[in-house]
């Protein structure tokens, strides 16, 4: 009934069904992969769709909402991060989930389900962009502050105070906003 693709990988139609509404497949993730396709192979029935989750192997479960699929989006790209921040979830319970894989889940439920879980998932997603603002906000600021005391070679006068090449500060400060865009919560880990 569903299948995911990843990168490099033929599409794994492997879902094993946990419940009446609840599939599992175990998915091989390799270094830099960063997203991953779901989709479905049937319809869902009328006022349902499938809520997606994604379980990296731990010591205990930590199911990540990532989205929906349904009959009208019978398909999604979904970005999954390793030290993602959101909080897991209390869902494939009963399931024995000590795989040392990494899991895709998926739970058919009622649309109006759905759209409550998405909304909770868009404002946590504000709160990450927020986050990610205020950090540029605050590199920069200290960037222009540090800046602001730069003088040449010539202008130096002896002292005992130690001292960092500004190009040296611009290579982290680039570096630290690439790993930010790739990876909001890069710096949590």
Request: aromatic share 12%; glycine share 6%; with cysteine.
């Amino acid at each position: 009934m569903f299948a995911c693709l990843i990168a490099g990988q033929l599409p794994n139609t492997d879902f094993a069904r946990v419940t009446e509404t609840q599939f599992i497949c175990n998915v091989v993730v390799v270094t830099g992969t960063h997203h991953i396709v779901v989709f479905t192979t049937e319809p869902f029935p009328d006022g349902y769709g499938g809520a997606i989750y994604f379980n990296w192997p731990n010591p205990e479960p930590v199911w990540q909402y990532l989205g929906y699929i349904t009959n009208d989006k019978p398909s999604a790209i979904f970005k999954v991060s390793k030290g993602s921040t959101a909080p897991s979830l209390a869902v494939f319970g009963g399931v024995n989930t000590n795989s040392q894989q990494p899991q895709l889940g998926v739970m058919v439920t009622s649309l109006s389900e759905l759209a409550q879980m998405t909304a909770v998932s868009e404002n946590k997603s504000l709160s990450v962009a927020s986050n990610v603002q205020f950090v540029q906000n605050m590199l920069e600021n200290l960037y222009n502050y540090l800046t602001s005391f730069a003088v040449t070679q010539s202008e130096m006068t002896p002292c005992t105070d130690s001292w960092v090449k500004i190009n040296h500060l611009n290579g982290w400060y680039e570096r630290f906003k690439s790993r930010m865009s790739n990876d909001p919560d890069f710096w949590k880990k």
